[in-house]
């Protein structure tokens, strides 16, 4: 198994739409970042700590590529919205791919190119690029938090596929 580290705004959505991914067996919802050990969603939610909220994929790379999320990260949001994502201000929103590898960190830059290149953005994207820091898990309310309350702020993985 291996990991892979995603910002894309509200981690809820971001959680509900690896796991529906083929391959994926585990999505947890938490923060990345260096400031503040062990941060809480209420001091994340200052934009003072520096993390992000972010989803950290469990996946298994016999069945589905590391590439293959990048695609799909992009793909489900927004990478041109600076710090943001819809109506989520703040840099604990930002577009970011935390990498685990030297890699990681090629695939990542390489799918970055292909998504500005692609014509499907009319701005620049904005996505972050950073080596992999702590991961630590949000609370437990947040997790598998649409599956417990209903709700949807991403598009579904499904939805992606038939487009």
């Known amino acids: 198994m291996e990991k892979a580290t995603f910002g894309a705004g509200c981690f809820w959505g971001v959680e509900s739409f690896f ?15 260096v400031r503040t050990s062990s941060p809480t969603y209420k001091q ?18 016999a069945k589905l590529s590391y590439g293959k999320l990048v695609d799909l990260f992009f793909k489900m949001h927004d990478p041109t ?5 819809g109506p989520d201000v703040g840099t604990q929103y930002r ?4 990498t685990h590898s030297p890699e990681q960190a090629r695939v990542a830059e390489e799918k970055k190119a292909e998504a500005q290149a692609s014509g499907r953005y009319r701005k620049p994207v904005v996505t972050s690029i950073e080596p992999a820091q702590t991961f630590w898990p949000a609370e437990d309310y ?8 209903g709700g949807s702020c991403h598009v579904s993985f499904a939805e992606l596929e038939r487009s």
């Open 44 to 61: 994340v939610c200052t934009d003072t700590t520096g993390h992000a909220e972010v989803v950290e994929v469990t996946f298994d790379p």
């Open 81 to 85: 919205q600076l710090n943001r994502q």
């Open 95 to 98: 577009s970011a791919v935390f």
């Open 19 to 33: 796991r529906e991914v083929p391959g994926v067996v585990d999505a947890v919802c938490g923060y990345a970042g």
């Open 142 to 149: 947040h997790q598998r938090y649409f599956e417990k309350h």
